[in-house]
């Protein structure tokens, strides 16, 4: 089983995946100076880290992060369990380390899906 599919494609497993909670809020205080918080929504921001990647597993990762919003497949540690949400990611950032014997290699990929 993959560790989390973007858009129904398996992705290699990531060196790192860090799962954020996120809460968006309303703040402010009252006349008491008693703070009042609206929560608005919870959502949830996938990090992302790959320390190294082929070139065909590079190609494969930023195709299928290529579309404005897609679904992402991941395991949730707040639900405990196999959890799917409609995701974007941020900027997409790309070490170039070498060639080895003619064949390019990657290092330290990373991004991050932020629910939509």
Do not use: H, W
Request: aromatic content about 10%; proline content about 4%.
């Amino acid at each position: 089983m993959a560790l989390i599919k973007v858009g129904g494609t398996a992705l290699p497993d990531p060196t790192e995946l860090q799962v954020g909670v996120m809460d968006i809020s309303k703040a402010e205080r009252n006349a008491n100076g008693l703070m009042m918080i609206e929560r608005i929504a919870t959502k949830k921001k996938l990090e992302m880290k790959y320390s190294f990647v082929t070139d065909s597993e590079l190609k494969t990762i930023l195709q299928a992060l290529s579309p404005a919003f897609f679904n992402v497949e991941y395991i949730d540690p707040v639900e405990n369990g196999l959890r799917t949400g409609s995701f974007y990611c941020g900027d997409r950032n790309v070490g170039y380390v070498d060639y080895r014997n003619g064949i390019p290699r990657y290092k330290d990929l990373t991004f991050n899906l932020i629910e939509r």
